[in-house]
């Protein structure tokens, strides 16, 4: 059984509903990636996943238990998730905002440790964070608060972790970056990841499980290598396209059709 599943959930805010009779099950030791277009309800979907929104019916279980029943730390404990946008204290540094991802590990017989130490350090060099480990998060940039998030996020240390457009405010370099780190969590550590993506291509490349939506609904879902089809695309996206083998890594490459030129571009 997965540790993570939905089960036929509506969501919605408020009266607006956003997705009815929605089931879901994440792969263990997967990285599942959610695509689709704008507002077709992926963000909402994993709000609902890391318990952030409550459906208006069905359950989200983890570990076989309604999520909403277990108590906060338990959940923080093997629940982790980066928000699509955070906001970070005033006058907060790095290094103790990336320590919070500890918190939930504290109590009242185990305060902080050299390995609670040990394990914020990594986490800043492996985002690349630990030279601003002083500086004060509202003076960074958005690539660097984001990286910044990352790193409290993993500092958390859960066999699950839920990122929703980890690669937001990055350029393309530190979005490979960060999409290569996420990987090596997946393949070295064994974690379960699910994150939440906009770029097509980068979801293929990376992901060992895709979930394609469109209007509150999975159109498919499986491996990239068997589901991603220009059928799919045009499906999911309304994107006429091509799709090849991407020659670095092998993974399904979605290139959207040529535009036609303007008969006067044409004479």
Not at 6 to 31: C, G, H, K, M, W
Not at 66 to 94: F, M
Request: proline share 6%; aromatic share 4%; charged share 20%.
């Amino acid at each position: 059984m997965s540790r993570l599943t939905a089960e036929s959930v509506t969501l919605a805010y408020d009266q607006r509903v956003i997705a009815e009779e929605l089931s879901v099950v994440v792969p263990d030791n997967s990285f599942t990636v959610i695509v689709g277009p704008n507002a077709c309800g992926k963000s909402t979907l994993l709000r609902a996943l890391s318990r952030m929104l409550k459906p208006s019916a069905g359950t989200v279980l983890l570990d076989g238990q309604a999520i909403g029943s277990l108590p906060a730390k338990k959940v923080a404990r093997t629940l982790g998730l980066l928000p699509q946008s955070s906001i970070a204290p005033d006058g907060i540094t790095v290094a103790d905002l990336v320590a919070r991802g500890r918190y939930p590990h504290q109590g009242l017989l185990r305060q902080w440790s050299p390995e609670d130490e040990r394990i914020v350090d990594e986490s800043m060099a492996a985002t690349g964070v630990a030279s601003l480990a002083d500086r004060y998060v509202d003076e960074l940039s958005g690539g660097q608060r984001q990286r910044v998030w990352i790193a409290m996020a993993l500092a958390q240390q859960t066999p699950l972790l839920l990122l929703d457009e980890p690669t937001t405010y990055l350029d393309i370099a530190h979005q490979v970056e960060v999409l290569d780190l996420c990987a090596r969590l997946h393949e070295e550590e064994g974690r379960t990841l699910v994150a939440v993506l906009h770029d097509l291509n980068h979801a293929a490349r990376y992901a060992t499980h895709l979930i394609a939506m469109r209007e509150g609904r999975i159109v498919a879902e499986g491996p990239p290598g068997e589901i991603v089809t220009a059928g799919l695309v045009e499906e999911v996206f309304g994107l006429p396209c091509r799709v090849i083998e991407d020659p670095e890594s092998g993974t399904p490459l979605v290139v959207p059709a040529a535009r036609k030129p303007s008969a006067r571009a044409a004479r």
